[in-house]
């Protein structure tokens, strides 16, 4: 059999669904885009008794069939198109044996369909510590499907949901209820008019679009015109069609659902009193997010630094072990460079999800959006608005995504236009590294000097979104119904595999993702630096090595050379008196001359690398856009690394690394060749505290980043946003680093 | 005087009367929002908004101006 039953899974927000379908599917799960829109789509397979495959489909949470929000409409639209080659042969709905009552609104929906249907009660753990017992047989009977009982937190339950998934063909299509009592007359109407289609799927495409309207045109070609009826007729008809399902749902779960009153409640208006408190409830969050940072800068520079010193030897070992040329210096320089430069991100994202994902499978998010929602409004942003900030911290794509929650489209927009501003994640290699060489060591209260400046790299970039937010909510006239309901979730404690799924997936699509688009820039970028048109490029070695007869090294390689010698010949002068190394002076003149000529012979290297990489394409492009950037401190190396980061902040570090490294036997990590670049007209570090802090700044508020642009464009369906977004962040910078620049300097 | 959500004091209790059609979002409705069923105050954020009530087991924030437009009989003083 090759066939595959078609499965959607549906249910309210925090049912667990998403539990349920990593526990039906594993890992054998693929999550993308439906069409056109940004809304995920997750798909899976899962083996069902006797040889049969399921294929899982897990669809946005929802409330009900009546659309509210993209989310909603991507359910009902593919549950009323029967061509749809998603269209469902079994519907699993998933509800929460706490919120049942609620829950089943939605079944009673679905059912109503004529879908066959399997009602999944999830967390049945929890029944005994709130009190509830079910009769399912009576539940059974009343709602005419069949019942799985589960726990996922224990993995209970999930054998019978494929059973009955197997069995579909054995399930009742017949309706729960009768909706068209609510407007005997319209209905009669209506079937004279469409005396072939079924009523109830008739009324639910005519309503579609009462509450909301689709950016997509709806693809269900039912003549939508026969709303004879007003909205707000409509509208009022959807009321008494909720009120009649919550009528015979009430009437049901009278007998089959008890709970003991006593034994609810405890834990949860503990928690809710202490994590909304006036005062604990901000201090824990600003605990959480200290926490975070921490996290971010201390946990995870273990694992970098692993990451950094492998890729180092690596490529050391590239160019020590294959024939030196072209192809060796691509792989070395190149790729491997570009690989080291996607990878060593991935401790740090991985991080930013863990906890993100701890935040949200706990239930705890909702309740920062519950503390933050009336400190947000004034800026135009809702409490909404507070998860795709923070999880802009991570990405701006998935933020921007997140955005779909908010049912006001100009607390839409304003979020929208003004997530790029928070610290994202290809921000902070940028930002450790510049933060490394010009911020100094040393504690202040027990917290790094350098941990101090990020984190203020992050508020400004909190700082900056809420002062454009509040800006953009002045001038734009969007005139928009405000309404906000948010349900408050129990407190759950995160299941271990759902959070690990999430860090997978969240970690695999942005190496997939941007890592492509880094690896692809790191070639080019070796390429063009590399490579040269002139003769100056072409005859570089003798060039160099005439220069260096004439005049000698420049200064930097001559007092390095000094220095070097000098600490070298105080250490041999040592091993003169030491009883195990005994050498005597003709000895040690030796190995000062060899020395000496191993440290010149390596500077005319440098030199000529340098003098190459000057006159290669890069150095071309790179100088034709310095007079752009010396205002803000930089030279033409870190303007390459600025351009190019416009496709994507992170490739900055690693642009500066095939920039440096480009026809140098050093293998020096970056930093410590950033650090020691020279500025040949001042002498000093060209990293210093001024186009340092400029650099920073610079990244804070730029715009750099395609990927962004691109999600941007797709939510908002113009041009005209991200066009307005790329230009007035990027200038902001501009004008702010140059500012720092010339004070600071 | 009209007693509505807005009026709780946390931890009291009260009935959702009828309201007139049409004035509630839906979604406040499916997530159980309907007349006679039992709305209790349980939380009020730091800034007095949103507030955060359980109805007929479901617990949701709304902002007070919403809840102003819910109207009700006040059916016990909590202890609390």
């Given at each position: 059999m090759s066939k595959q039953i078609k499965v959607a899974l549906i249910g309210n927000p925090n049912t667990g669904k998403t539990s349920v379908f990593n526990q039906l599917t594993g890992l054998k799960q693929k999550v993308g885009n439906y069409p056109g829109i940004t809304v995920e789509k997750k798909e899976g397979v899962c083996k069902l008794p006797r040889g049969v495959k399921a294929h899982i489909l897990d669809l946005p949470g929802t409330y009900s069939l009546n659309t509210t929000s993209l989310d909603e409409s991507v359910v009902v639209e593919l549950l009323l198109n029967k061509n749809d080659k998603d269209f469902p042969d079994v519907a699993v709905v998933i509800s929460d044996v706490e919120n049942l009552k609620r829950n089943l609104l939605l079944f009673t929906q679905i059912k109503d369909l004529k879908i066959p249907v399997?009602?999944?009660?999830?967390?049945?753990?929890?029944?005994?510590?709130?009190?509830?017992?079910?009769?399912?047989?009576?539940?059974?009977?009343?709602?005419?499907?069949?019942?799985?009982?589960?726990?996922?937190?224990?993995?209970?339950?999930?054998?019978?949901?494929?059973?009955?998934?197997?069995?579909?063909?054995?399930?009742?299509?017949?309706?729960?209820?009768?909706?068209?009592?609510?407007?005997?007359?319209?209905?009669?109407?209506?079937?004279?008019?469409?005396?072939?289609?079924?009523?109830?799927?008739?009324?639910?495409?005519?309503?579609?679009?009462?509450?909301?309207?689709?950016?997509?045109?709806?693809?269900?070609?039912?003549?939508?015109?026969?709303?004879?009826?007003?909205?707000?007729?409509?509208?009022?008809?959807?009321?008494?069609?909720?009120?009649?399902?919550?009528?015979?749902?009430?009437?049901?779960?009278?007998?089959?659902?008890?709970?003991?009153?006593?034994?609810?409640?405890?834990?949860?208006?503990?928690?809710?009193?202490?994590?909304?408190?006036?005062?604990?409830?901000?201090?824990?969050?600003?605990?959480?997010?200290?926490?975070?940072?921490?996290?971010?800068?201390?946990?995870?520079?273990?694992?970098?630094?692993?990451?950094?010193?492998?890729?180092?030897?690596?490529?050391?070992?590239?160019?020590?072990?294959?024939?030196?040329?072209?192809?060796?210096?691509?792989?070395?320089?190149?790729?491997?460079?570009?690989?080291?430069?996607?990878?060593?991100?991935?401790?740090?994202?991985?991080?930013?999800?863990?906890?993100?994902?701890?935040?949200?499978?706990?239930?705890?998010?909702?309740?920062?959006?519950?503390?933050?929602?009336?400190?947000?409004?004034?800026?135009?942003?809702?409490?909404?608005?507070?998860?795709?900030?923070?999880?802009?911290?991570?990405?701006?794509?998935?933020?921007?995504?997140?955005?779909?929650?908010?049912?006001?489209?100009?607390?839409?927009?304003?979020?929208?236009?003004?997530?790029?501003?928070?610290?994202?994640?290809?921000?902070?290699?940028?930002?450790?590294?510049?933060?490394?060489?010009?911020?100094?060591e040393g504690r202040f209260l027990g917290l790094s000097y350098q941990a101090l400046t990020l984190m203020l790299l992050y508020l400004m970039g909190f700082g900056a979104a809420i002062l454009s937010a509040m800006i953009l909510n002045k001038i734009m006239k969007i005139k928009s119904k405000t309404f906000f309901v948010m349900e408050m979730p129990n407190y759950k404690l995160p299941l271990v595999k759902n959070v690990v799924y999430t860090v997978w997936e969240k970690t695999k699509s942005f190496v997939l993702g941007a890592g492509k688009i880094i690896l692809a820039i790191s070639i080019i970028l070796w390429f063009l630096g590399s490579n040269g048109f002139s003769d100056d490029f072409e005859n570089a070695e003798a060039i160099v090595t005439e220069n260096i007869k004439n005049e000698g090294f420049s200064d930097f390689n001559k007092s390095n050379i000094q220095s070097t010698m000098a600490s070298y010949k105080l250490a041999l002068q040592d091993s003169l008196n030491s009883e195990v190394y005994a050498l005597d002076q003709a000895a040690i003149n030796d190995s000062l001359r060899i020395k000496e000529m191993a440290l010149n012979e390596k500077a005319i290297n440098q030199e000529i690398a340098s003098y190459k990489l000057e006159n290669s394409y890069m150095g071309y492009m790179g100088k034709a856009i310095e007079p752009v950037v010396r205002p803000l401190g930089y030279d033409w190396k870190i303007g390459i690394a600025v351009l190019t980061s416009f496709a994507a902040r992170e490739v900055f570090v690693g642009t500066l690394a095939t920039i440096y490294s480009v026809g140098s036997d050093e293998e020096d990590t970056i930093k410590n060749r950033m650090a020691a670049e020279m500025d040949p007209k001042t002498k000093k570090p060209l990293f210093n505290l001024a186009s340092g802090i400029s650099l920073l700044l610079f990244y804070a508020f730029a715009m750099q980043c395609m990927s962004t642009l691109a999600i941007v464009k797709r939510e908002t369906n113009t041009w005209k946003w991200p066009t307005a977004q790329l230009v007035f962040m990027s200038l902001f910078a501009y004008i702010v680093a140059l500012i720092a620049y010339q004070i600071l300097k | 005087m009209i007693t509505t959500v807005a009026h709780l004091r946390r931890g009291q209790k009260g009935i959702i009367k009828e309201f007139a059609d049409g004035i509630l979002p839906i979604k406040l409705l499916e997530l159980g929002c309907l007349p006679g069923n039992e709305i209790e105050l349980v939380q009020v954020a730091p800034l007095k908004d949103p507030i955060y009530i359980n109805v007929n087991g479901t617990h949701i924030a709304i902002r007070r101006s919403m809840a102003a437009l819910i109207e009700l009989e006040i059916i016990e003083d909590s202890p609390l």
């Open positions: 399997i009602l999944v009660i999830n967390m049945a753990d929890r029944m005994s510590r709130t009190g509830i017992s079910l009769d399912i047989e009576l539940l059974e009977e009343k709602l005419d499907t069949k019942i799985a009982l589960v726990s996922t937190r224990k993995g209970t339950g999930i054998d019978r949901i494929k059973e009955l998934i197997a069995d579909y063909k054995n399930l009742s299509i017949a309706p729960n209820v009768d909706t068209t009592v609510i407007a005997p007359e319209y209905f009669e109407k209506l079937k004279a008019t469409f005396p072939k289609e079924d009523l109830y799927k008739l009324w639910l495409v005519i309503t579609q679009d009462v509450n909301f309207m689709p950016i997509e045109k709806n693809p269900i070609n039912i003549t939508a015109s026969f709303a004879t009826k007003s909205k707000s007729e409509l509208k009022r008809l959807q009321q008494k069609e909720t009120i009649l399902r919550y009528q015979f749902i009430n009437g049901i779960l009278k007998q089959a659902y008890k709970v003991d009153i006593n034994a609810a409640k405890g834990l949860r208006a503990t928690l809710d009193k202490v994590l909304t408190h006036k005062i604990f409830g901000y201090l824990i969050f600003f605990v959480i997010l200290l926490t975070i940072f921490q996290a971010i800068y201390d946990w995870s520079s273990y694992p970098m630094d692993f990451i950094d010193e492998s890729f180092a030897s690596a490529s050391e070992w590239v160019k020590d072990t294959l024939p030196p040329g072209v192809f060796t210096n691509l792989i070395a320089e190149g790729i491997l460079a570009g690989i080291g430069g996607i990878v060593i991100f991935i401790p740090q994202i991985a991080f930013l999800f863990l906890f993100i994902a701890l935040l949200e499978e706990s239930g705890y998010m909702s309740r920062v959006v519950f503390l933050m929602d009336k400190l947000m409004r004034p800026f135009g942003l809702s409490g909404k608005s507070v998860v795709p900030l923070i999880s802009g911290t991570a990405c701006a794509i998935p933020a921007i995504m997140a955005t779909r929650t908010i049912e006001n489209w100009k607390e839409r927009l304003i979020t929208i236009l003004v997530t790029p501003f928070t610290t994202c994640s290809a921000r902070l290699p940028v930002y450790l590294i510049i933060i490394a060489l010009v911020i100094p | -």
